[in-house]
């Protein structure tokens, strides 16, 4: 398997601007999982599916922020108008599990985001 | 809230030694624990995982305990090569969801 991919994998933008980050996971893998990562806030979650689900998006920093996951294989991460602030690397991680048990996350290789 | 503290932001080591890593949290009751590694512009890579009636779980060189009376887990790597020099993340997960430490970057000098 090729591993969790996203695309792409470095993105500038000036701000304002529409950003859509994607994500493709492991084939079979149930679970999938936004972070975003900085040196001042380390590595936060946004959002997480399960079964292509939404549970908890309480991580979503506020409305300018949006994911969805049409279906097992696809999901994106929208930031709509972006800010300076929103300057980080984004993750996409999947996972085989359930909610009640475990999650060993297999990452992909992060968006390094850039907003001018 | 929930806070997880992992030791001093940088270690530095001798190769040949044992790195001892930290994982301290507070208001949280996770089901089980993870440490992850994760090198310089790549994401984190999973190493093990210990579930919170577990004391110690071992591979190879990687030695994690976890006790959950004093809520702290530590993160033991013995005979350190300086192929192990990355920064460390524990992470707490309770019901699908994983709370990550902000890390500690190891170095081991050759």
């Known amino acids: 398997d090729a591993g969790v991919i996203q695309s792409p994998r470095h993105e500038v933008t000036e701000m304002g601007q529409e950003v859509t980050l994607r994500c493709k996971p492991i084939?079979?893998?149930?679970?999938l999982f936004w972070y975003r990562q900085t040196m001042m806030r380390g590595l936060e979650l946004l959002i997480y599916?399960?079964?292509?689900?939404?549970?908890?998006d309480s991580g979503m920093p506020e409305d300018r922020f949006s994911a969805k996951m049409p279906n097992a294989s696809f999901s994106t991460l929208k930031i709509q108008p972006s800010e300076p602030r929103d300057s980080a690397v984004y993750f996409c991680?999947?996972?085989?599990?359930?909610?009640?048990?475990?999650?060993?996350?297999?990452f992909g290789a992060g968006t390094r985001l850039s907003v001018l | 809230s929930q806070k997880i503290e992992q030791n001093s932001e940088a270690l530095n080591i001798q190769e040949g030694k044992t790195a001892t890593l930290t994982c301290n949290y507070t208001?949280?009751?996770?089901?089980?624990l993870q440490w992850y590694r994760q090198d310089p512009g790549r994401g984190p890579v999973f190493l093990l995982l210990?579930?919170?009636?577990?004391k110690e779980k071992r591979k190879e060189r990687l030695k994690v305990t976890f006790d959950t009376t004093l809520k702290q887990s530590l993160f033991h790597i013995t005979a350190s090569q300086p192929a192990d020099s990355a920064t460390y993340l524990c992470a707490l997960t309770n019901a699908g969801k994983s709370t990550f430490g902000d890390g500690t970057t190891l170095t081991v000098k050759p």
């Open positions: 991680a999947s996972s085989l599990g359930s909610l009640a048990g475990f999650n060993i996350q297999y």
């Open positions: 084939s079979g893998h149930n679970s």
């Open positions: 210990i579930r919170e009636n577990e």
């Open positions: 208001n949280y009751s996770p089901a089980y």
């Open positions: 599916f399960n079964n292509n689900v939404p549970i908890d």
